[in-house]
């Protein structure tokens, strides 16, 4: 157990906007990233994942914390058990943690909603029409990316009423090229569903291995799947390490754990 920290008061957690969901009337987003909470420690300190090894009574007030910033209760926050798959929870209200459905998105139609995604390296998206009143958010790790995460989201959207070419699309804080090596079989499947995706690997300086760029690819799918505007954050998760959780950077160096940041979006009530 963590021992938690005192906030100053009036403190602001750190949190990034993107500029086509900032044009979209009647929604708010925050991609929040690690300072501003209340843990300590390797959690130090927005650390929202309840997932993580630290305090939950400091990953609660984290939470509340962040809901806050988007005025909403903190209840009012809907996050889901992600496990890099391509499932889509249609969300109608809020559930209890122990009930989280496991998938890596969700949609709602429902104003007073957050939809919130938990990330330490993988793409965190949050995606709006609000014409049509239909939001997303999506977690795409490489495989749930790989495997349709970006297309499943914005067709459960457009079943609730979303046209493809106003969905507006912000990719938030996630591992940059620069700090994604892998190895030499990695970019095997990628490959294999497309030749143009080399596009988004380079040579390592190591032998066999490569550089990948998981935001372009997550960019790319979208902009393939009809989504009309979408803009992508230039931040890397593993080398900022005073503004962001990573779990590539904790292994690196052998940390037991690390924090989860937390990326929502909602319709105003």
């Known amino acids: 157990m963590t021992e938690p920290a005192t906030r100053q ?18 929604v708010r987003h925050a991609f929040f990233g690690r300072g501003g909470g209340t843990s300590r420690g390797l959690y130090a300190s927005l650390n929202c994942g309840f997932g993580s090894g630290d305090d939950a009574a400091n990953v609660a007030q984290n939470r509340e914390l962040a809901m806050s910033w988007i005025e909403l209760e903190p209840e009012r926050l809907v996050t889901a058990y992600q496990v890099h798959s391509k499932a889509v929870a249609r969300v109608d209200r809020p559930w209890r943690r122990e009930d989280a459905p496991k998938v890596d998105a969700m949609v709602t139609k429902v104003p007073g909603l957050a939809l919130g995604i938990l990330t330490a390296d993988c793409v965190p998206i949050l995606l709006a029409d609000h014409a049509a009143g239909v939001i997303g958010a999506a977690h795409a790790g490489w495989r749930g990316a790989l495997d349709g995460i970006v297309e499943a989201v914005v067709s459960a959207m457009v079943e609730l009423g979303a ?4 969905i507006a699309a912000g990719i938030g ?19 294999e569903q497309a030749a143009a995706n080399a596009d988004f690997f380079r040579d390592s300086p190591r032998a066999g291995h490569a550089y990948f760029d998981i935001k372009g690819y997550v960019a790319r799918r979208l902009s393939a799947a009809g989504v009309g505007n979408v803009q992508v954050l230039p931040c890397d998760t593993c080398a900022e390490e005073t503004r962001f959780f990573s779990y590539r950077r904790s292994c690196l160096r052998g940390e037991a754990d690390y924090g989860r940041g937390l990326s929502a979006i909602t319709l105003e009530p």
């Open 163 to 166: 046209h493809r070419a106003a």
């Open 9 to 26: 008061p009036g403190a602001r957690p750190d949190m990034l906007t993107i500029c086509p969901l900032n044009a979209a009337p009647g």
């Open 173 to 191: 804080p996630a591992i940059a090229h620069r700090s994604y090596e892998v190895g030499p079989e990695f970019p095997a499947p990628f490959l």
